[in-house]
């Protein structure tokens, strides 16, 4: 007793410290989240993980990095070019962040090229798969590529010729690889001088970036990038003229265009407008390949008003996110990783409906080592059960050919009452969701174009169905989007209910977003940005207060980034009373761990591995009554003051214990796990003693077929066992 009353008092002196968190407590956003990007590209460098996941993993970073400048750079050089010198929380400007970019991608690019050239592609080769320039072609290849460029790449290119004196008219492409040529017309008689003019030809985004070059030794699968095939035959478009000069280049403009929805009419066609203005926005990244004459250079400036640390001269070909086709090369399985099934939920009987399953008990499932399809059932089911009234779901991003929407439209031409808010603020999805939209609403569905203000970001689904003359209300919540295709590359959590409670505040939830009701204070679940942030709040503050009473007091918490500075510092909180906190964040995080005095009970990793970790789960030890939530927002401003988000209270005692072990597992990992230090830099996580590494994915994906062999289920797929090269 004597030792426990000491320990209180000495975390109650502690609390009574003031500590004064400041600029050096925290890490800048934008360079978190290149180091998150520069982890991933950690795993194009993973010489034991198979040669086409490693190009997987360049293609992703390469796709990462074009979203990043498009929307993050962007909204960035809009406070530089207003000479804004308003600080960041780490005390940088926008000019100083501006200029730190610059260097470390300047540096991840010539890293990611010297893979490229000195591992992948020799690697690759040797693998019988080869990529050609056109010093590698025979004469009979030339022949037969000429052919090709003949038939199905000549007629669908257009060049444009420029008028520099007329620069701000100039369309240039987004995102596009694109050839600038300074072709020379002959002088018309012998003392002329010979013209030259410069002419824009782009490469069709339809078009197959890599084509097949036959007869090469060795090669399983040879190919000539297009931009190399269209300057090769670029004297088919310029008959009795000479192409002298040629620059390949790729613009990259800002996408940080929001509609103004608090005065729009017509919240649709705002959208369509904003949807245009993208494509003259203003360059925010001009991508030259490597050896462009000056003069062309100089000229690619001028026609995108480029300032000198926007330009990035390429070592290499553009585009690299052209390598998720090569990394999906059928007939190459001996470099791809081993398939991991997906199991279906255990607690599912097979052959049961999926009412009678959620009614049996909750249902937890951790997505994609168990499949997606009892939520899809659970909507398909609704669809055509006779005793569902009602159907009410978000939709922020689905699939291409979307069995949800799919399902919700032969709902309502069946005469089901079927709601759907439709986000069509989710960037770079708005395109598509304007589309499905308008095809629920021609079928009859309530259609709600997100809510004013807000992005609508939450995962719900809320079925209702009458039962022995009573209404039941069926839910699914999930921290991932309604999208059958994502589902199987993320990690995600699904919780099926038919609680009472949970039903009641479903209701009052979508009345409050879609009837523009009053906010209520709902029983269970918390709601973004009306006390979401405020609930995360106090349950750090209540463990904090725990352990001021000398009371042993955990936090764990597994998100996808961690951003928000109220949260951070109640995280510093906490730690300075004694919590010990763990925390799982895949993507960019602005606490600094490990800091004496401030978050030296913080432990921080970041697991990158075959899945894309996206699940949000938050625990607190109460005591040892945990409270364990699954939630829609992460720790960033924009999730808890921005968006329309959900913090669901996981009850069911199984479900809980569950997402514990989940969380626990993360932790122990120690093959794909790095530790972020109080610096800044990540480590790879140590294996404590002699022991195989700890791979936590590898554990999920092995629990579930325990658990499905347990309940005699089979996958959803069978995977052949094939034999390894060598």
């Known amino acids: 007793m004597k030792s426990s009353s000491r320990s209180s008092k000495k975390s109650g002196a502690a609390a009574k410290a003031q500590v004064v968190i400041g600029e050096e407590h925290f890490i800048n956003r934008e360079l978190a989240w290149l180091a998150f990007n520069e982890r991933v590209l950690e795993e194009a460098e993973r010489a034991s993980l198979p040669l086409l996941e490693r190009a997987k993993f360049v293609a992703i970073t390469a796709a990462n990095l074009d979203e990043f400048f498009m929307v993050r750079v962007g909204a960035l050089q809009l406070l530089r070019d207003q000479l804004r010198r308003v600080r960041d929380a780490s005390g940088l400007t926008p000019i100083q962040q501006w200029e730190q970019i610059a ?200 026609l995108c008003g480029a300032r000198v640390a926007q330009v990035y001269e390429v070592p290499g070909e553009l585009d690299l996110r052209a390598y998720f086709g090569i990394a999906e090369l059928p007939g190459f399985d001996e470099l791809k990783v081993e398939t991991w099934q997906s199991y279906p939920s255990a607690d599912i009987e097979p052959g049961e409906g999926i009412f009678g399953a959620i009614r049996r008990g909750d249902i937890l499932m951790h997505h994609p080592f168990e499949n997606f399809e009892p939520v899809l059932n659970l909507v398909e089911a609704a669809a055509t059960d006779a005793d569902v009234v009602a159907i009410k779901m978000i939709l922020y991003r689905t699939a291409k050919n979307s069995r949800i929407i799919s399902a919700l439209i032969r709902a309502a031409e069946a005469g089901k009452h079927v709601t759907v808010l439709v986000e069509l603020k989710a960037r770079f999805d708005e395109a598509r969701n304007l589309e499905r939209a308008e095809e629920l609403q021609r079928a009859g569905a309530q259609i709600v174009y997100g809510v004013r203000g807000l992005k609508t970001h939450a995962k719900i689904c809320l ?181 329309v988000e959900l913090l669901v209270p996981v009850e069911d005692a199984r479900a809980r214990k569950r997402l514990f072990g989940i969380l626990e597992t993360t932790f122990n990992d120690t093959a794909r796990a790095r530790v972020l230090k109080s610096s800044g830099v990540y480590e790879p996580a140590v294996a404590h003693g002699a022991g195989k590494p700890v791979r936590s994915q590898e554990v999920f994906a092995k629990e579930a077929a325990r658990r499905a062999r347990a309940k005699g289920q089979a996958p959803d797929v069978l995977v052949p066992h094939v034999p390894k090269a060598g």
């Not at 197959?208 to 007869?215: G, K, Y």
């Not at 959590?493 to 949970?502: A, E, F, P």
């Not at 995360?536 to 352990?547: G, N």
């Open 463 to 643: 079925v209702m169905r009458r039962e022995a003359g009573r209404m039941m209300r069926y839910m699914h919540f999930g921290t991932g989007n309604y999208n059958e295709s994502t589902a199987k590359l993320y990690t995600d959590i699904s919780y099926l209910t038919c609680r009472g409670d949970y039903g009641s505040d479903a209701s009052a939830f979508f009345n409050t977003v879609t009837g523009r009701s009053r906010f209520v204070h709902f029983e269970k679940i918390s709601m973004a940005p009306f006390g979401l942030r405020e609930r995360l709040v106090s349950l750090i503050h209540s463990e904090a207060e725990r352990a001021r009473q000398g009371e042993e007091a955990e936090i764990l918490m597994k998100m996808n980034s961690l951003e928000d500075r109220e949260m951070i510092e109640a995280l510093y909180a906490a730690s300075t009373a004694g919590v010990k906190i763990r925390i799982n964040v895949r993507g960019l995080c602005c606490l600094r761990p490990g800091i004496k005095g401030v978050s030296e009970n913080i432990q921080v990793i970041s697991i990158i591995d075959r899945y894309l970790e996206h699940a949000r789960i938050y625990c607190f030890r109460q005591g040892g009554r945990r409270q364990v939530y699954i939630s829609s927002a992460d720790f960033m401003n924009r999730n808890l003051s921005k968006r």
């Open 103 to 302: 260097e470390r991608v300047q540096a991840y690019l010539e890293r990611t090229y010297r893979l490229l050239d000195e591992d992948l592609l020799p690697a690759l080769r040797r693998a019988g798969i080869r990529r050609l320039g056109v010093a590698d072609l025979t004469p009979g290849q030339r022949t037969y590529l000429e052919s090709v460029f003949r038939e199905s790449v000549y007629p669908v290119l257009s060049p444009v010729a420029i008028d520099l004196d007329q620069a701000e008219a100039v369309m240039l492409p987004t995102l596009q690889i694109t050839l600038l040529c300074e072709v020379e017309t002959e002088a018309e008689d012998a003392g002329g001088q010979a013209e030259k003019r410069l002419v824009m030809v782009t490469l069709p985004g339809k078009l197959s970036r890599h084509l097949l070059v036959p007869d090469v030794e060795g090669a399983r699968h040879a190919y000539i990038n297009l931009e190399d095939l269209v300057e090769l035959f670029l004297g088919h478009l310029f008959p009795d003229e000479r192409v002298t000069a040629v620059a390949r280049f790729r613009v990259s403009r800002n996408s940080d265009i929001a509609v103004d929805d608090e005065s729009a009419f017509d919240l649709a066609s705002e959208m369509e407008q904003v949807l245009d203005a993208r494509l003259v926005s203003a360059a925010i990244r001009l991508e030259i390949e490597q050896g462009a004459p000056k003069g062309l250079i100089a000229v690619l400036k001028k």
